[in-house]
């Protein structure tokens, strides 16, 4: 399954790259939180949707962009969580941070995930406790968080509505840091191979923007838990679909 997975979020991936390189014309909208979509969105949202409906039929969808089945995704006990685009404002600046998620949940855990960064063909996976990355030589690689006296702190670039004494407060138990900012879920994937070591967030997120980069660093072993310390997971889905503030840390 991990397989044909990684097949359908690379497909999507090649689909965006069409856009985003110009072979296909770029199309954006705002939606109606005043977030952006483009084309680009919601073509890799039909291949996927299109994907798992005839592999998965009987399982339950919820994307970013199709919504209409959450109340069977919250009431059973599996469903698939995908963000087809996530960082389209990565995508619009051109900078490359940019992913596709795909997640299969089961009882509120993600327990399988995909992330692909299209751009850099790069992508990570995790299944059965184990997380990996495929190089853009197409090398599999097993991944594992690292610890340093001298942390990297990621964060997103577009976190900019969190209060400010948090962060400070935040920064206190470091020495020696260095902050970096980058999009989507691919700050999930830097601390699960060890590239960084600490994601806190203090403003809102999707669960579609977590769920996939969850798994993969769960299973490289970093912790993903709320500021009261307890684990995130997407049981009990509420409409507004939104994650409370978290820290993913490598140790």
Request: charged share 20%; proline share 4%.
């Given at each position: 399954?991990?397989?044909?997975?990684?097949?359908?979020?690379?497909?999507?991936?090649?689909?965006?790259?069409?856009?985003?390189?110009?072979?296909?014309?770029?199309?954006?909208?705002?939606?109606?939180?005043?977030?952006?979509?483009?084309?680009?969105?919601?073509?890799?949202?039909?291949?996927?949707?299109?994907?798992?409906?005839?592999?998965?039929?009987?399982?339950?969808?919820?994307?970013?962009?199709?919504?209409?089945?959450?109340?069977?995704?919250?009431?059973?006990?599996?469903?698939?969580?995908?963000?087809?685009?996530?960082?389209?404002?990565?995508?619009?600046?051109?900078?490359?941070?940019?992913?596709?998620?795909?997640?299969?949940?089961?009882?509120?855990?993600?327990?399988?995930?995909?992330?692909?960064?299209?751009?850099?063909?790069?992508?990570?996976?995790?299944?059965?406790?184990?997380?990996?990355?495929?190089?853009?030589?197409?090398?599999?690689?097993?991944?594992?968080?690292?610890?340093?006296?001298?942390?990297?702190?990621?964060?997103?670039?577009?976190?900019?509505?969190?209060?400010?004494?948090?962060?400070?407060?935040?920064?206190?138990?470091?020495?020696?840091?260095?902050?970096?900012?980058?999009?989507s879920s691919f700050k999930f994937c830097l601390i699960a191979e060890g590239s960084v070591h600490f994601y806190p967030r203090f403003s809102s997120t999707k669960i579609w923007d977590t769920a996939a980069g969850h798994v993969i660093a769960r299973a490289a072993g970093?912790?993903?838990?709320?500021?009261?310390?307890?684990?995130?997971?997407?049981?009990?889905?509420?409409?507004?679909?939104?994650?409370?503030?978290?820290?993913?840390?490598?140790?």
């Amino acid at each position: 399954m991990i397989e044909k997975i990684s097949y359908i979020a690379r497909v999507a991936g090649t689909e965006i790259m069409r856009i985003y390189n110009g072979s296909l014309k770029l199309g954006s909208y705002q939606k109606l939180d005043q977030s952006p979509v483009t084309n680009a969105d919601l073509l890799s949202h039909k291949i996927i949707m299109y994907s798992l409906r005839n592999l998965t039929p009987d399982v339950p969808v919820l994307s970013e962009e199709d919504i209409t089945e959450w109340q069977e995704c919250r009431d059973g006990s599996c469903f698939w969580l995908i963000d087809p685009l996530d960082g389209t404002k990565e995508f619009l600046l051109r900078n490359g941070a940019f992913t596709v998620n795909i997640a299969f949940i089961e009882y509120g855990q993600p327990i399988m995930g995909v992330v692909y960064v299209p751009a850099y063909n790069i992508l990570y996976a995790a299944d059965n406790g184990q997380a990996w990355k495929i190089n853009y030589k197409g090398e599999r690689i097993n991944i594992a968080v690292r610890a340093s006296c001298y942390p990297m702190i990621v964060m997103s670039r577009n976190d900019v509505d969190y209060d400010q004494h948090h962060l400070y407060s935040y920064l206190k138990r470091f020495k020696n840091y260095k902050i970096i900012n980058i999009g989507s879920s691919f700050k999930f994937c830097l601390i699960a191979e060890g590239s960084v070591h600490f994601y806190p967030r203090f403003s809102s997120t999707k669960i579609w923007d977590t769920a996939a980069g969850h798994v993969i660093a769960r299973a490289a072993g970093a912790m993903i838990n709320d500021w009261d310390g307890n684990s995130l997971h997407y049981r009990n889905i509420k409409r507004s679909f939104l994650n409370p503030g978290f820290q993913v840390s490598s140790y």
